[in-house]
């Protein structure tokens, strides 16, 4: 008999610690999300007053690359990120099992491309060095932009992921050089052109809408995303969150701040 009721009381033990967990989880005041510097740190920022203002706390942590938000997110050392495209983290999920999902879209960085060495496209030259990311969507995405400017042609059907190896024609012999993203705007004083993410154009103190000899086109599918977990994509905080960053308020300091070089996407 007291075999039994000790049973019947842990047994009422756990279930009460699994409510106050599941409470406590649902109830999550305060996150930590992951960015990459300049621009999306800046909105982040924004995004972090107006969601305080819902009682929503957000910690920002800036990073210098694409790989470890990601690696910071799966580990559960950050609660979401905001800082990449769909493309991109569809390759990562694919290459590395990481159980994150996209929750929405946030803005567009068009991405450039720009020389301190030619003021146009049609000046580029045979055998110019040209550096693109070296990440497989970013990579693919400058493709395409250097396919747009006439400067190569891809196979059919290389997509979004191209890679140099798509490449059918190559009339100018151009030189590709493949650099991780946020170097390129300091390679732009050894090549002759670059494709550069926003970004980092941005943070470099580039001006893409006056600087860029050719952006993106607005309705480009690079627009990036809000980030979390598979697991917590239901939760209450991550609407909060949502909430916060498609504000009004938000998306007026976009336009007022970036001045159409950043897009929303929402």
């Known amino acids: ?48 007053k107006v969601a305080a ?8 942590i800036e990073f210098s690359d694409y790989v470890q ?21 569809e390759v990562q999920v694919k290459d590395r099992g990481y159980k994150l999902s996209s929750i929405v879209p946030t803005v567009i960085y068009p991405m450039g491309l720009y020389s301190k060495k030619i003021d ?20 693919g995405r400058a493709l395409l932009l250097m396919e747009t400017a006439g400067l190569l042609k891809l196979r059919d059907g290389a997509g979004l992921t191209a890679t140099p190896l798509d490449i059918v024609e190559n009339p100018k012999k151009l030189d590709l050089a493949e650099l991780d993203a946020a170097q390129l705007p300091r ?22 809408k006056d600087d860029a000899l050719l952006l993106e086109s607005p309705d480009s599918p690079y627009a990036n ?36 070089s950043i897009v929303t996407a929402w």
Do not use: C
Request: hydrophobic letters at 40%.
């Open 53 to 60: 203002k819902d009682g929503l706390e957000i910690k920002v």
């Open 1 to 48: 008999m007291k075999l039994a009721f000790s049973q019947r009381l842990l047994a009422g033990i756990s279930v009460s610690l699994m409510l106050l967990s599941g409470a406590a989880q649902a109830e999550k005041n305060s996150i930590t999300i992951g960015v990459t510097g300049g621009p999306h740190a800046q909105i982040m920022e924004e995004v972090k």
């Open 120 to 139: 146009k496209l049609e000046d580029v030259k045979d055998s110019a060095r040209v550096a693109i990311p070296n990440d497989p969507t970013n990579g």
């Open 187 to 208: 390679s732009l004083d050894d090549v002759d052109l670059a494709a550069v993410n926003t970004n980092f154009a941005m943070e470099a103190g580039l001006v893409p």
């Open 69 to 89: 938000p990601n690696v910071a997110l799966a580990s559960g050392d950050l609660d979401a990120n905001s800082y990449q495209h769909l493309p991109y983290l």
């Open 225 to 260: 995303i809000i980030v979390v977990r598979t697991e917590d994509k239901d939760q209450e905080w991550v609407k909060r969150l949502v909430k916060a960053y498609h504000s009004d308020d938000v998306k007026q300091y976009i336009e007022e701040q970036f001045k159409g």
